[in-house]
């Protein structure tokens, strides 16, 4: 274990937060992994998405760790992520992702697992829980798709994702809770502004980069079904 993770576990309230992030965040990765979520790069079709995110996401998530101490501009990207790999196969390829910047920057251990977390998997997760919510609750329709998963339902996840790791680090004093609100606020439009502008491209013109896209759910002829 890296010195100073084991130097901030042992410290107070953000050791605590640290081995909640740690436990919550391999019990995710264990959950996903017993799905075998290998056999969906079955056949080709996600390869392409797998690599262009252990290839671009990094560069981005390291862009904070260059930026004025303050709450910097982050792009999170896990919920395009998501929407192209399928929650099993992204929670493994962004903890990868978490690895990549360990290994590349200059934050240690304890920043990249805490990046991981907050930045990949929690909106991942929410992004699984929205996308469910949406495909119960309303028609199987492709700008439902577009604009509910890829632009509303990106904001909504990373800016609640956003909220909540801010309330975590104001119980240990770390932040301006309402600045930060804000902040994250005008943030999450900005990921849900390039993931709902990605995803229609894909849908257009490579749906078989989305693992969660179906022509037969959302391409379907509305004239079907009515007597």
């Given at each position: 274990m890296d010195p100073n993770l084991a130097a901030t576990m042992a410290s107070g309230g953000w050791g605590a937060l640290l081995w909640a992030e740690a436990l919550l965040g391999a019990l995710a990765l264990a959950l996903a992994l017993a799905m075998r979520p290998w056999r969906l790069l079955t056949g080709g079709?996600?390869?392409?998405?797998?690599?262009?995110?252990?290839?671009?996401?990094?560069?981005?998530?390291?862009?904070?760790?260059?930026?004025?101490?303050?709450?910097?501009?982050?792009?999170?990207?896990?919920?395009?992520?998501?929407?192209?790999?399928?929650?099993?196969?992204?929670?493994?390829?962004?903890?990868?992702?978490?690895?990549l910047v360990w290994l590349l920057g200059d934050a240690g251990v304890a920043s990249a697992l805490s990046q991981w977390f907050w930045m990949g998997l929690v909106p991942a997760t929410l992004a699984f829980f929205i996308g469910a919510a949406i495909r119960h609750w309303l028609p199987p329709h492709?700008?439902?798709?577009?604009?509910?998963?890829?632009?509303?339902?990106?904001?909504l996840a990373v800016f609640v994702a956003g909220v909540l790791f801010e309330l975590a680090h104001t119980m240990t004093g770390s932040h301006d809770l309402v600045q930060a609100v804000v902040a994250r606020w005008l943030m999450a439009w900005g990921d849900a502004f390039i993931t709902g502008m990605l995803v229609a491209v894909f849908v257009a013109f490579a749906p078989q980069w989305l693992a969660t896209w179906s022509d037969a759910r959302y391409l379907q002829d509305p004239s079907k079904g009515k007597p």
């Amino acid at each position: 274990m890296d010195p100073n993770l084991a130097a901030t576990m042992a410290s107070g309230g953000w050791g605590a937060l640290l081995w909640a992030e740690a436990l919550l965040g391999a019990l995710a990765l264990a959950l996903a992994l017993a799905m075998r979520p290998w056999r969906l790069l079955t056949g080709g079709a996600l390869i392409s998405p797998v690599l262009g995110t252990l290839a671009l996401l990094p560069p981005l998530w390291l862009v904070p760790q260059y930026l004025p101490v303050g709450l910097p501009v982050q792009f999170s990207g896990a919920c395009l992520v998501l929407l192209m790999l399928g929650w099993p196969l992204a929670v493994p390829v962004l903890a990868l992702v978490g690895v990549l910047v360990w290994l590349l920057g200059d934050a240690g251990v304890a920043s990249a697992l805490s990046q991981w977390f907050w930045m990949g998997l929690v909106p991942a997760t929410l992004a699984f829980f929205i996308g469910a919510a949406i495909r119960h609750w309303l028609p199987p329709h492709i700008f439902i798709y577009t604009l509910g998963r890829g632009f509303l339902g990106t904001a909504l996840a990373v800016f609640v994702a956003g909220v909540l790791f801010e309330l975590a680090h104001t119980m240990t004093g770390s932040h301006d809770l309402v600045q930060a609100v804000v902040a994250r606020w005008l943030m999450a439009w900005g990921d849900a502004f390039i993931t709902g502008m990605l995803v229609a491209v894909f849908v257009a013109f490579a749906p078989q980069w989305l693992a969660t896209w179906s022509d037969a759910r959302y391409l379907q002829d509305p004239s079907k079904g009515k007597p």
